[in-house]
């Protein structure tokens, strides 16, 4: 059964930082591209950042580049998005995901998700 367990959300006050991590179990992690998502309140999930299989290939949504990073870890089946700079408009529900693509490319695409985790809480407010 595959599990993906978001950590490290909370409450940070503007211009400050969080880390969240994704464990992942029950599946190949290193054929899978990882994929961070969220959802504000009232709003759909956006896809904030991914990272490909295969060498390690990013991507970001605008709203986020140069301030968030995404990275992994192979040997400990890790995913992990360094948020910087944070702003009121981050807060979210930040989900971590997998798309079973062994490829030098990751999409940030709803439909192409195989597996989903429950979500991480991310509150960023004075």
């Known amino acids: 059964q595959v599990q993906l367990v978001e950590s490290g959300g909370g409450l940070v006050q503007p211009g400050g930082s969080l880390r969240l991590s994704c464990e992942a179990s029950?599946?190949?992690?290193?054929?899978?591209?990882m994929i961070w998502f969220r959802q504000a309140p009232g709003q759909e999930r956006e896809g904030v950042s991914c990272?490909?299989?295969?060498?390690?290939?990013?991507k970001y949504a605008d709203s986020v580049k140069g301030r968030f990073t995404i990275s992994r870890d192979n040997a400990l089946n890790m995913a992990y998005l360094e948020m910087n700079d944070l702003k009121p408009e981050d807060t979210a529900v930040y989900y971590c995901?997998?798309?079973?693509?062994?490829?030098?490319?990751?999409?940030?695409?709803?439909?192409?998700?195989?597996?989903w985790g429950k979500g991480a809480r991310v509150i960023v407010s004075s």
């Open positions: 995901a997998a798309e079973n693509r062994y490829s030098n490319r990751c999409l940030m695409v709803i439909s192409e998700v195989d597996h």
């Open positions: 029950g599946l190949e992690f290193f054929t899978h591209a």
């Open positions: 990272i490909s299989a295969k060498e390690g290939f990013t």
